[in-house]
């Protein structure tokens, strides 16, 4: 990665594609089970880059969270004033019914939406067998990102009201914590670990990850 920008060298976005293709190659097993996985976190975590290159891999259908929100919540936002429950609650329902579309197909799903607080969360997974993957860094790294990313109406100046809004998942949430500080392909890598998504037999790269039933422990990484 170029040590002066925060952004993945195309040569990364690369090897995150080819990680990708490489391990679509090696799954061996017909049938993975469908997951339902929602990509959670603050602006600018690399929730969307994660999330595309998961769907992708694994073949499920992917939804930008972003792209549910009511015109309204996104002039808000660009204009520099932070979202308030009310804004949100119809976009929560619009993700959550995207979600329980996808379950009744049956097929697995990818969803990126901040859920910056346990009752969003709990709107978005009502009834649902969803888990979450929560994408964190640090304040200063987000801002790098959101700084050097093109073309999206989130201002950092709205990067406070994320953190200060941001409720982290406890315990109790189906929740899998990992590092955005990684490179996109070693988040997929970790990913694919955590979620039990690696062929039979193939080793996962992660030194220590964690099984399923260990959801919403910080992953080691
Ligand atoms: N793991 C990463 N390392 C470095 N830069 C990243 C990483 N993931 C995403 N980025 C970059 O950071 C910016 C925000 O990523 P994005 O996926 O849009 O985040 P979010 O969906 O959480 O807002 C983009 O410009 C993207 O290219
Ligand atoms: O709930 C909110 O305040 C917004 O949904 C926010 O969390 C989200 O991050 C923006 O819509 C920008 O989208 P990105 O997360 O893709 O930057």
């Known amino acids: 990665m170029d040590p002066m920008s925060s952004e993945p060298t195309p040569a990364q976005e690369n090897a995150c594609k080819t990680a990708g293709a490489m391990i679509a190659k090696d799954l061996k097993r017909p049938a993975i089970p469908p997951q339902y996985i929602v990509v959670m976190g603050v602006s600018g975590t690399g929730k969307t880059t994660v999330a595309v290159a998961l769907a992708d891999l694994m073949g499920w259908p992917f939804q930008e969270g972003d792209d549910l929100h009511p015109p309204s919540n996104v002039e808000k936002m660009r204009n520099g004033h932070p979202l308030n429950d ?15 579309k996808q379950v009744k197909a049956g097929h697995g799903a990818v969803l990126t939406c901040s859920s910056l607080k ?47 809004t941001l409720e982290e998942p406890a315990t109790d949430e189906p929740v899998i914590v990992v590092s955005g500080d990684a490179t996109p392909s070693e988040i997929l890598e970790m990913l694919l670990c955590y979620l039990e998504l690696h062929p039979e037999g193939t080793k996962c790269k992660v030194e220590a990850h964690m099984s399923k039933s260990d959801h919403g422990r910080t992953a080691q990484n």
């Open 86 to 100: 009310e804004d949100r609650a119809p976009w929560l329902e619009l993700c959550h019914d995207w979600l329980a």
């Open 118 to 164: 346990r009752r969003y969360r709990e709107i978005l997974a009502k009834g649902l067998p969803v888990e979450f993957v929560y994408l964190y860094t640090t304040p200063e790294v987000v801002e790098q990102r959101i700084k050097a990313r093109t073309g999206h109406y989130m201002p950092p100046t709205l990067l406070p009201s994320q953190f200060a």
